[in-house]
């Protein structure tokens, strides 16, 4: 799961650093801003290797402030990375309860903290499709097109049957919330012809009056009688 979190940081211009630390039973990742970007926050991937909600409490008790620590030391990260560096840590969900989520996510002591859950066979489910898509980087553009899926009625899919969906689709949403630099932009569907669709509905009277009606410009107070009486008094 780490390894999907990896990417999208990648895919979003975040680089990785290179970073020592002692601590045995877990994978950690330092993502810095380009140089080149405004940006000052900084990013850290952690997944532990053997998990249970024990361990995951060992997170907040113990874990982080050694890793941030050392991070600080470390040379690779300017000041700005005390205030503003978010810890994603990616756990299953079978293996952490949500009063342990709760305790991360509310502890702003170090590193601000959000926890991705995920059930294996939903990761199994998300890079099957990347694989069979081609995806080879997460990009906003391609996390969007997987939410808006089917013109948004993937969404409302899920929406109305969320308990029951745990595919792709649910990790790539939980990840998206999850996620701050992730922006979701709103299908724009492919309209059809509105105003062919109206016509289509019309009598021949009506259908007259609608495209002299489409065709008249602007109406103003002081001509509207006079477009009215063109377009309706030249109706036979």
Known sequence: MINIINNILTSFGYQQANIEYSLDNLAMFLFIPASESNREEYFVTLQLNIQSDESAQTILEETAQELFESIRNSGKVERSFEKNCTMIICHEDAMISRNTILALEEDQYNFKKNVVTYAEHELHALKTHLSES??????????????????????????????????HYSLILK??????????????????????????????????????????????????????????GNIE
């Open 134 to 167: 081609g995806v080879e980087h997460l990009t906003n553009k391609i996390i969007n097109e997987i939410i808006n899926f089917g013109g948004g009625k993937r969404f409302l899919e899920f929406k109305n049957n969320h308990k029951n969906i745990n595919d």
């Open 175 to 232: 990840i998206a919330l999850k996620l701050p630099f992730i922006t979701y932009s709103p299908h724009e569907q492919q309209l059809t012809n509105l105003s062919l669709e109206i016509e289509q509905s019309f009598n021949h009277y009506q259908s007259v009056i609608f495209t002299q009606l489409m065709e008249s410009g602007e109406w103003a107070d002081e001509n509207t009688h006079q477009q009215v009486e063109r377009i309706w």
